[in-house]
């Protein structure tokens, strides 16, 4: 069988390393160049030199929000004494990987995928431009199957604000931030307050004047910022200099930073695809992976407030079982399954992209695969009950059930 995966992110990497192991053919398609996806840290925002947008979103002065021990591939340990560690240790951790197992031989870099079709027998069309200078080619190939690994933070979630475009400071969503020293002296407004957004809070508190951090879900446990920090509930709206909040009052702004995060973004699958993005919501993709409608697509990584490196291994497992013949589901009964999990997550309040250990349960059952460590589960809710941001804390995993602090 031949598969191809999109993208050399980590999810990439590890669905490359698993389908080698099973002897397929694989081959990635990769349309910067290098692995590691939004790990590689970049000056530029916008466009590349090649034409293409720039979706490497990590900061200067970022550290992980989970500790490296959540974010090791499986059988994969990812060394050091810190647990929270930087963008150039993960990079490092994923070039180890990629040595280790030899994946580099079958990545095409620079090789952007445009699009993807079904063709009759389940096989694929995918057409891949070559980048590189000078050629810019159209590439036509085709594969059994194919693995979607694009990330999930490529398309900024921008939402409307009365009176945004009388405001006459500047305006950006967090994909193009860097460094705080744009900010310096300015009275910024800091929308949303996910991980990225509470982090350069407070990061823009060391240099700017004032930092508004306008949000709707509660804070994160227990953080703490300083001074020049006013938190406020949402936006009423925008005037030239200034924003209204819907208690009332009002600030004097220069700058607004929207970290109000991204939507998935499929561009180059066509409607026979049948992939349906709604309400910020990938339908129909069986157990979150397997796409219902043509059972040899997989896309990783959807459910994200999880462990995701971890989680990419089962979920490659979990498809590869299914390409293997391991277990059989129809189409109406992965339709039907997908509709559940929404309407699940709906009645208890829990966000979609949310998953915990009920669902690596659900995936190695219907699979017959094996399950992920229950001390990766625990780990997780440890560090969401401390809250995040504090780093203060080193883990080691002692064995499949249980950590320790070091
Ligand atoms: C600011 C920030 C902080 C984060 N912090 C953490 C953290 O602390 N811990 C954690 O576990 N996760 C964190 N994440 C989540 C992070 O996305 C994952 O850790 C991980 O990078 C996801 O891997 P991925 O391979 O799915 O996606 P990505 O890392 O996004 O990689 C996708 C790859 O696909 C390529 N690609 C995209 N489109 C195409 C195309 N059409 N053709 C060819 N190639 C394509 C891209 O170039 C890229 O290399 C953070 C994310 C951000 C943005």
């Known amino acids: 069988m031949k598969i191809a995966v999109i993208g050399a992110g980590p999810a990439g990497l590890c669905a490359l390393k698993t389908c080698l192991d099973e002897n397929f053919n694989c081959d990635v398609f990769e349309k910067s160049g290098v692995i590691g996806g939004v790990w590689n840290y970049n000056e530029k925002i916008g466009i590349d030199e090649f034409g293409i947008p720039i979706h490497n979103s990590v900061y200067e002065e970022l550290r992980t ?97 009365k009176g945004l475009d009388k405001f006459k400071g500047s305006i950006r969503h967090s994909i193009t931030y860097r460094k705080a020293d744009l900010y ?46 006013k938190t406020k509930p949402e936006i009423a709206e925008f005037r030239e200099n200034t924003v209204l909040f819907i208690d009332g009052t009002e600030e004097d702004i ?13 561009p180059f699958l066509t409607n026979e695809c049948g992939i349906e993005v709604e309400d910020n919501y990938v339908k129909y993709l069986y157990k979150q992976i397997i796409n219902a409608k043509h059972p040899t697509m997989a896309i990783l990584g959807v459910p994200h407030t999880t462990f995701l490196f971890i989680m990419f291994g089962i979920q490659i497992r979990f498809f590869i079982a299914y390409l293997k013949g391991q277990f059989t ?67 080691k995993i002692l064995n499949d059930q249980e950590f320790i602090i070091v």
């Open 184 to 229: 310096k002296n300015g009275k910024v407004l800091l929308v949303g307050s996910g991980p990225s957004g509470s982090d350069i809070t407070r990061q823009l508190s060391k240099v700017a004047e004032k930092v508004i951090l306008s949000h709707r879900s509660p804070l994160e446990n227990n953080i703490t910022f300083s001074e020049n920090v």
């Open 65 to 161: 929000n989970l500790p490296k021990e959540l974010m090791q591939f499986e059988n994969f340990p990812f060394k050091g004494p810190l647990s929270f560690v930087y963008p150039p240790d993960v990079i490092n951790y994923v070039n180890k990987y990629a040595d280790a197992f030899n994946l580099l031989p079958h990545i095409q870099f620079h090789k952007n995928v445009e699009e993807i079709r079904p063709l009759p027998n389940n096989r694929w069309k995918i057409i891949i431009r070559d980048l590189k200078p000078m050629k810019q080619e159209l590439i036509i190939c085709e594969y059994d199957a194919v693995v979607i690994c694009v990330g999930n933070f490529n398309k900024p979630f921008i939402p409307s604000f």
């Open 254 to 266: 220069t700058d607004v930073l929207l970290c109000t995060g991204y939507l998935f973004d499929y």
């Open 329 to 395: 589901a129809s189409k109406e009964t992965m339709i039907d399954d997908a509709i559940l999990f929404q309407k699940r997550q709906k009645e208890k309040g829990v966000s979609l992209s949310r998953v915990n250990h009920e669902y690596y349960d659900d995936l190695s059952e219907t699979a017959k695969i094996p399950n992920l460590p229950s001390v990766c589960q625990k780990l997780f809710d440890h560090v969401e009950d401390i809250g995040i941001l504090k780093f203060q804390e080193n883990y």
